[in-house]
């Protein structure tokens, strides 16, 4: 019969050839994939196992503190220009903090010479801040409600012409970041609040996640490691069969089981307070708790960040019972007062 394509017909051994030759291709490809070594972000190990109970125990073991007084290291950023990938970075101060339960901080912060820049307080319903260093201008009593939102307060061009040279720079805009920080953002990260898991009406549910991260071992260095984590939600119910995400709990798992992130969100479910822990030390003359040395807190509707260091775990007070008063800042410099709840009352 006459072939209607016009193509020969292919034969059995010249199928059997191109079937060879296909299998060559395949077979050589797959040896090269094989052989070709590819460096992948290192999964951090041991991982540690950890039960929701574990996770709650973990967490309240922080809550037994009820006060605690030291000295520190504070360094502030201003994130305003995060989306850009700027961040403005103050230098670092010494001071003094005192916090106790329920939301009491008193926070001191020096400059060179051990002058006073600011001082701080928050007794759990309202906060003051006194400011003492730079111009006239600079120098302010403020009053707030804890509870209130208020729009960034501005101090007059800071970074104007009148600043001579970056040490008045530096000097007016860690002002101006001391005088829009708000005190009672301390508490909360720095005593975590209890987990009742059985209580409140509240739901915990655990997840496990993995992150890529900067490898801690190389910090000179772009390579990345991946580190193990195990979430924990602390979700509201609603109705309409809706539910809000109060706090995340993140923990790290590598070499064992520690709070290492708590993340807060709003009504609307966006972040508003993120909270980094780092490694742990022994606290107190008589080293038998275990503590964050260092903790980092960002504030990305405020724009700030503020990182507190303990400089001397050891030399730490704890559990001691402050009179009221202490947290309660009074203005006997007669610095020239805004009161933040008469600005919004007043305003348009």
């Not at 061009?157 to 970041?177: H, L």
């Not at 089981?257 to 003359?285: C, M, T, W």
């Not at 507190?308 to 007070?317: E, G, L, M, N, S």
Request: hydrophobic share 35%; with cysteine.
């Amino acid at each position: 019969m006459q072939n209607r394509t016009g193509r020969s017909p292919l034969t059995k051994p010249k199928i059997a050839a191109t079937t060879a030759l296909l299998t060559l291709l395949v077979l050589g490809s797959a040896c090269n994939l094989v052989r070709k070594r590819v460096e992948t972000e290192r999964l951090l190990t041991p991982l540690s196992n950890a039960t929701t109970p574990d996770l709650v125990a973990a967490v309240n073991r922080m809550v037994n503190v009820r006060s605690l007084h030291g000295s520190v290291d504070i360094q502030f950023e201003d994130t305003s220009f995060a989306t850009a990938g700027i961040a403005e970075k103050y230098r670092t101060a010494d001071g003094s903090i005192t916090i106790q339960r329920p939301g009491k901080v008193y926070l001191i912060i020096r400059g060179p010479l051990a002058i006073d820049i600011a001082q701080m307080t928050s007794d759990g319903e309202h906060f003051r801040i006194a400011v003492f260093r730079g111009e006239d201008k600079y120098r302010r009593f403020i009053k707030g409600t804890n509870s209130a939102v208020y729009p960034k307060l501005e101090m007059d061009n800071p970074t104007s012409g009148t600043d001579k040279n970056n040490k008045s720079k530096s000097e007016a805009q860690t002002v101006s970041a001391l005088s829009n920080l708000r005190p009672q953002h301390l508490t909360d990260a720095l005593l975590v609040n209890a987990i009742d898991p059985r209580g409140g009406g509240l739901l915990y549910t655990q997840s496990e996640f993995f992150e890529s991260e900067k490898d801690p071992a190389k910090s000179d260095s772009s390579k990345r490691v991946v580190r193990g984590y195990y979430l924990l939600d602390e979700i509201q119910p609603g109705t309409d069969n809706s539910a809000r995400l109060l706090r995340r709990f993140w923990f790290d798992r590598v070499g064992g089981v520690r709070l290492a992130r708590l993340q807060s969100f709003d009504e609307k479910g966006a972040l508003v307070n993120d909270v980094s822990y780092g490694q742990l030390a022994r606290f107190g003359a008589e080293g038998n708790l275990d503590l964050p040395v260092k903790i980092s807190i960002t504030r990305p509707q405020d724009h700030y960040k503020i990182t507190i260091t303990y400089q001397d775990p050891p030399a730490v007070t704890l559990d001691k019972q402050y009179d009221p008063e202490v947290f309660v800042l009074i203005n006997r410099w007669d610095l020239p007062e805004v009161d933040l709840d008469a600005k919004k009352n007043t305003s348009p």
